[in-house]
């Protein structure tokens, strides 16, 4: 199975977030081929998740799990840390009170 390339799984997953009147944005441009991605959920209230996408080798499918959450000055400083190893790295920060980020939708683990 072809995978997507970075870029364009950005661009669907922002106007899925759009379509949800879900406010998100690009805070950091990584590879636009092979570039790992990074979403950072804020929920407003001064805490935050960030999640990544992990590879389950026993069901050989994709997922997004919580890479680290709490406050959010210690969750940006989790993620410049991966951003320091990873100069490809996308992240994307969605703002959403209730704690959407449609992560968990069908047709995003990809």
Partial sequence: MARLTADFWVRAYLRRLQLADIP????????DTAGAVL???STLDGRAQAFQRSFDLMSG?????????????????AIARQKSFDPDLWVIEVESRDGRHLLDEDGLSG
Avoid: I
């Avoid at 998100?24 to 590879?31: I, P």
């Avoid at 499918?61 to 400083?77: F, M, Q, Y």
């Fill in 61 to 77: 499918t994709r997922a997004w799990v919580v890479l680290t959450e709490g406050e959010e000055p210690a969750v940006d400083a």
């Fill in 24 to 31: 998100a944005f690009v805070t950091a441009h990584g590879d």
């Fill in 39 to 41: 979403v950072k959920l």
